[in-house]
Protein backbone atom coordinates (compact mmCIF):
# COMPACT_ATOMS: atom_id res chain seq x y z
CA UNK A 1 0.00 0.00 0.00
CA UNK A 2 1.31 3.24 -1.20
CA UNK A 3 -0.88 5.94 0.34
CA UNK A 4 -4.53 5.32 2.03
CA UNK A 5 -7.03 7.33 -0.34
CA UNK A 6 -9.21 10.23 0.95
CA UNK A 7 -13.01 9.52 1.21
CA UNK A 8 -15.57 11.61 -0.05
CA UNK A 9 -17.45 13.31 3.11
CA UNK A 10 -20.65 15.01 2.43
CA UNK A 11 -22.41 17.11 5.27
CA UNK A 12 -24.84 16.26 7.66
CA UNK A 13 -28.43 17.42 6.82
CA UNK A 14 -29.47 20.79 8.51
CA UNK A 15 -32.75 19.18 9.07
CA UNK A 16 -32.83 15.52 9.93
CA UNK A 17 -35.95 13.39 9.32
CA UNK A 18 -35.24 12.28 13.06
CA UNK A 19 -33.13 11.68 15.66
CA UNK A 20 -31.75 8.33 14.28
CA UNK A 21 -30.95 9.52 11.08
CA UNK A 22 -29.22 12.79 13.29
CA UNK A 23 -27.19 10.13 14.91
CA UNK A 24 -26.46 7.80 12.54
CA UNK A 25 -25.18 10.85 9.74
CA UNK A 26 -23.21 12.48 12.76
CA UNK A 27 -21.18 9.69 13.38
CA UNK A 28 -20.60 8.99 9.67
CA UNK A 29 -19.34 12.41 9.67
CA UNK A 30 -16.61 11.61 12.45
CA UNK A 31 -15.85 8.68 10.77
CA UNK A 32 -15.27 9.76 7.75
CA UNK A 33 -13.22 13.14 8.83
CA UNK A 34 -10.99 10.46 10.84
CA UNK A 35 -10.11 8.74 7.21
CA UNK A 36 -9.71 11.84 5.67
CA UNK A 37 -6.70 13.10 7.85
CA UNK A 38 -5.16 9.87 6.98
CA UNK A 39 -5.75 10.49 3.41
CA UNK A 40 -2.90 10.53 1.22
CA UNK A 41 -1.22 9.52 3.22
CA UNK A 42 1.46 6.43 3.87
CA UNK A 43 2.09 3.96 5.78
CA UNK A 44 5.36 5.56 7.37
CA UNK A 45 3.66 9.12 7.59
CA UNK A 46 0.31 7.35 9.54
CA UNK A 47 2.58 6.01 12.12
CA UNK A 48 4.42 9.05 13.09
CA UNK A 49 4.28 10.10 16.46
CA UNK A 50 3.36 13.16 17.67
CA UNK A 51 5.64 14.85 20.44
CA UNK A 52 7.80 12.58 22.92
CA UNK A 53 7.03 10.47 25.10
CA UNK A 54 3.70 10.53 23.76
CA UNK A 55 3.34 6.96 21.55
CA UNK A 56 0.12 8.73 20.07
CA UNK A 57 -0.04 8.17 15.99
CA UNK A 58 -3.05 8.63 13.09
CA UNK A 59 -2.30 4.66 12.70
CA UNK A 60 -3.01 4.09 16.70
CA UNK A 61 -5.79 6.29 16.18
CA UNK A 62 -7.71 4.23 13.58
CA UNK A 63 -6.70 0.95 15.63
CA UNK A 64 -7.68 2.34 18.85
CA UNK A 65 -11.59 3.60 17.05
CA UNK A 66 -11.54 -0.14 15.59
CA UNK A 67 -12.09 -1.33 19.19
CA UNK A 68 -14.04 1.92 20.92
CA UNK A 69 -16.61 0.25 18.10
CA UNK A 70 -17.20 -2.57 19.67
CA UNK A 71 -19.78 -0.68 21.94
CA UNK A 72 -21.64 -1.44 19.32
CA UNK A 73 -20.88 -4.64 18.22
CA UNK A 74 -22.29 -5.75 21.91
CA UNK A 75 -25.94 -5.86 20.00
CA UNK A 76 -24.91 -8.59 18.04
CA UNK A 77 -24.01 -11.52 20.53
CA UNK A 78 -21.39 -12.29 18.38
CA UNK A 79 -17.50 -13.15 19.73
CA UNK A 80 -15.30 -9.96 20.43
CA UNK A 81 -13.16 -9.68 17.56
CA UNK A 82 -10.48 -7.39 18.71
CA UNK A 83 -9.36 -5.40 16.35
CA UNK A 84 -7.67 -2.87 18.00
CA UNK A 85 -5.03 -5.15 19.95
CA UNK A 86 -1.85 -6.82 18.32
CA UNK A 87 -1.72 -8.36 15.16
CA UNK A 88 -1.97 -12.04 16.83
CA UNK A 89 -4.48 -12.95 18.45
CA UNK A 90 -5.20 -13.59 21.99
CA UNK A 91 -2.25 -10.58 22.16
CA UNK A 92 -3.68 -7.72 24.71
CA UNK A 93 -1.12 -5.08 23.73
CA UNK A 94 -2.19 -1.82 23.66
CA UNK A 95 -3.77 0.35 20.06
CA UNK A 96 -0.78 2.49 20.29
CA UNK A 97 1.68 0.01 19.02
CA UNK A 98 1.53 -0.03 15.56
CA UNK A 99 3.33 -1.76 12.42
CA UNK A 100 3.63 0.13 9.01
CA UNK A 101 3.32 -3.31 7.28
CA UNK A 102 0.34 -3.84 8.38
CA UNK A 103 -1.05 -0.09 7.79
CA UNK A 104 -3.45 -2.03 5.03
CA UNK A 105 -4.65 -4.68 7.53
CA UNK A 106 -5.59 -1.81 10.26
CA UNK A 107 -7.53 0.00 7.58
CA UNK A 108 -9.52 -3.05 6.79
CA UNK A 109 -9.89 -4.02 10.31
CA UNK A 110 -11.24 -0.60 11.02
CA UNK A 111 -13.36 -0.32 8.06
CA UNK A 112 -14.77 -4.38 8.78
CA UNK A 113 -15.34 -2.75 12.46
CA UNK A 114 -17.23 -0.20 11.29
CA UNK A 115 -19.31 -2.17 8.85
CA UNK A 116 -20.64 -4.35 12.01
CA UNK A 117 -21.27 -1.38 13.99
CA UNK A 118 -23.79 -0.47 11.20
CA UNK A 119 -25.19 -4.41 11.10
CA UNK A 120 -25.11 -4.79 14.85
CA UNK A 121 -27.90 -2.11 15.95
CA UNK A 122 -29.67 -1.32 12.40
CA UNK A 123 -33.36 -1.26 13.41
CA UNK A 124 -32.96 -1.26 16.83
CA UNK A 125 -34.76 0.83 18.81
CA UNK A 126 -32.66 3.81 20.75
CA UNK A 127 -33.61 3.28 24.14
CA UNK A 128 -32.30 -0.73 23.16
CA UNK A 129 -30.31 -1.20 26.20
CA UNK A 130 -27.04 -2.86 25.43
CA UNK A 131 -26.36 -6.27 26.88
CA UNK A 132 -24.98 -6.73 29.76
CA UNK A 133 -24.76 -3.35 30.29
CA UNK A 134 -27.07 -0.02 31.52
CA UNK A 135 -26.74 1.60 28.76
CA UNK A 136 -28.91 2.96 25.84
CA UNK A 137 -27.97 2.66 22.50
CA UNK A 138 -28.94 6.93 22.22
CA UNK A 139 -25.93 7.17 24.87
CA UNK A 140 -23.89 4.80 23.01
CA UNK A 141 -24.28 7.40 19.79
CA UNK A 142 -23.51 10.44 21.85
CA UNK A 143 -20.40 8.61 23.25
CA UNK A 144 -19.37 7.39 19.90
CA UNK A 145 -19.78 11.01 18.09
CA UNK A 146 -17.94 12.73 21.65
CA UNK A 147 -14.81 10.18 21.13
CA UNK A 148 -14.60 10.44 17.65
CA UNK A 149 -14.76 14.47 18.20
CA UNK A 150 -11.87 13.86 20.54
CA UNK A 151 -9.77 12.02 18.56
CA UNK A 152 -10.58 13.68 15.24
CA UNK A 153 -8.37 16.59 16.83
CA UNK A 154 -5.84 14.60 17.87
CA UNK A 155 -5.40 13.46 14.10
CA UNK A 156 -5.78 17.39 13.21
CA UNK A 157 -2.65 18.12 15.24
CA UNK A 158 -0.47 14.68 14.01
CA UNK A 159 -1.74 15.74 10.21
CA UNK A 160 -0.40 18.79 10.72
CA UNK A 161 2.55 17.88 12.47
CA UNK A 162 3.08 15.43 9.63
CA UNK A 163 2.92 17.51 5.98
CA UNK A 164 1.22 20.99 7.09
CA UNK A 165 -2.55 20.13 6.09
CA UNK A 166 -4.74 21.64 8.36
CA UNK A 167 -8.73 21.72 7.98
CA UNK A 168 -12.47 19.91 9.47
Given at each position: MSTWTTPE??????????ERSALDDRLDFQRTTLLQKCGGLTPEQLA????????????????HLSGVEAWFHEYDDQPDHLYFWDYQPGSTNRSDVVDITRAADDLASYQASVARSRTAVAGLSLDAVSPGEDYTLRWIYLHMIEEYARHNGHADFLRERIDGATGE
Open positions: RPEPPINPVDTRSVPPSTLSLLGLVR
